[in-house]
């Protein structure tokens, strides 16, 4: 049988290994009492660094974790904001184009109305330069022909331009009506906020912006179009305008025409000349139709003032002719489309007024005036009219036939209460007139037949 006996002081390194003293020594039991109590010891803190190592270790698991998740929540947040900022880009590049939509629906309205008008600018050969007139002419033609093919807007265009109108009316004032503001007001009452927006959707929500691709991508193309045609326009209506006919030419020319019409010319002529002004600086595609506008009123004042001239020399049907092309241009202008709501044109001087038309065939005058007055009552002839008439009926063979009645005797031719046409003032002293004719059939049939004014010259 063999007995193996362990010593207490085995499980020390060697050269810790005490003396070998005699057992039962009291320093030996205290000795290896001391040993057991700092191997416990050394045991105890290694738990405790274990222990504590784990802890750490899993605090930081526990932070990491939850920065990753934070740093995800921020994210999503961070493109729940860049898709808010896309749809608010997207909704104020919509409404500046609805903007231009408005003004392109109310550019092209007023355009097709003015450049109507305008259709005589082109034979003005007296009042305007020859090559600038044909120019303009091509590029009216050319604007009117695209117009009436559609070219420039849609329907769902005149369609958003008729409510945005409707809107600006029923505000009380449309002038300061600001299409854009409203616009982009009623966008953000009607967008929503970006919804979940958490760490989980932010992969979902970074994929939903980069498929909305670009804010601003919308097709405009068909409105440059106008604009650019309305600028080409400019060039030979602006060239055409400076090329006009001085006042003191056409004052000249124009001798015998009413100081009323002359004074209408000047005036036309100093309207166009402000506008001509409001085109050298800062201007809009309205105002270059405001030029057009302009130029035709003052064709329509000279013509005017020709129809007077014509009066005077005794050409009735010319001048009725040329009057009335002058009037009908003049209603045609004052009958056109305003201009855009989107532009009102703050700085747009006043055109010159336009007097009311008169219910007669001579030419009218180009500025309103006392009307005449009213033509006198003939005075009724001095002997009364027989009260019998004459029997119609032979008598009977039986009864005498009655003795025919004695003629009434010729009366004095009664002066006319109408004054000579060289003493036709009109009442209160104002200016010569030209007396009201009254035209005959020809004449009658001339004002009807003449839609183009005469070639002036």
Do not use: Y
Not at 25 to 39: G, H, K, P
Not at 254 to 283: K, T
Not at 305 to 318: I, N, P, S
């Amino acid at each position: 049988m063999n007995v193996h006996f362990t010593h207490e002081c085995e499980d020390l390194p060697v050269d810790e290994q005490p003396e070998r003293e005699p057992p039962g020594s009291a320093d030996a039991e205290a000795r290896r009492r001391i040993a057991v109590l700092a191997e416990l010891h050394r045991r105890r803190n290694r738990r405790r660094w274990i222990v504590g190592l784990s802890t750490v270790a899993a605090t930081a698991l526990i932070v990491s974790g939850s920065l990753v998740a934070w740093s995800s929540q921020a994210r999503a947040g961070d493109l729940a904001g860049q898709i808010d900022a896309w749809h608010e880009e997207h909704d104020r590049a919509s409404c500046e184009l609805a903007v231009r939509i408005v003004s392109a629906v109310g550019l092209e309205r007023r355009a097709q109305d003015v450049l109507e008008a305008a259709e005589h600018v082109g034979g003005a050969s007296w009042l305007l330069p020859g090559s600038e007139r044909a120019a303009f002419a091509s590029d009216r033609e050319e604007l009117l022909q695209t117009i009436a093919e559609g070219g420039f807007v849609t329907a769902e265009d005149r369609e958003l331009a008729d409510s945005w109108e409707a809107r600006a009316a029923a505000s009380g004032d449309p002038q300061s009506f600001d299409v854009l503001e409203e616009c982009i007001a009623a966008a953000a009452a009607e967008r929503e906020p970006v919804s979940g927006v958490t760490a989980e959707r932010a992969d979902a929500l970074a994929h939903e912006l980069r498929a909305l691709g670009d804010p601003r991508d919308f097709d405009d193309a068909r409105i440059d179009r106008l604009e650019a045609a309305i600028a080409q326009l400019r060039i030979s209506a602006t060239a055409a305008a400076q090329g006009r006919a001085d006042f003191e030419t056409l004052q000249a020319e124009l001798g015998l025409a009413p100081a009323q019409a002359i004074a209408s010319l000047r005036d036309s002529d100093a309207h166009l000349a402000a506008v001509l002004a409001v085109l050298r600086g800062g201007h809009t595609p309205s105002d270059v139709l405001d030029l057009i506008e302009s130029l035709t009123l003052h064709l329509a004042s000279a013509w005017m003032a020709e129809a007077w001239q014509l009066e005077a020399q005794g050409d009735a049907e010319a001048a009725a002719a040329l009057a009335a092309v002058s009037q009908s241009t003049r209603d045609a202008i004052a009958n056109a489309a305003p201009r855009p709501v989107t532009d009102p044109g703050t700085t747009r001087p006043v055109p010159p007024t336009v007097p009311p038309r008169e219910q007669r065939p001579g030419p009218i005058p180009p500025a309103p005036s006392i009307p005449p007055a009213p033509p006198t009552e003939t005075a009724p002839p001095l002997q009364p009219e027989p009260t019998q008439p004459p029997p119609t009926t032979d008598p009977e063979p039986t009864q005498p036939a009655p003795a025919p009645e004695p003629e009434p005797e010729p009366q004095p031719e009664q002066p006319d209460p109408t004054p000579p046409p060289e003493s036709s003032l009109a009442p209160g002293g104002g200016e010569l007139l030209p007396p009201p004719r009254q035209p005959g059939p020809a004449a009658a049939g001339a004002w009807a037949a003449k839609p183009a004014p005469p070639s002036l010259r």
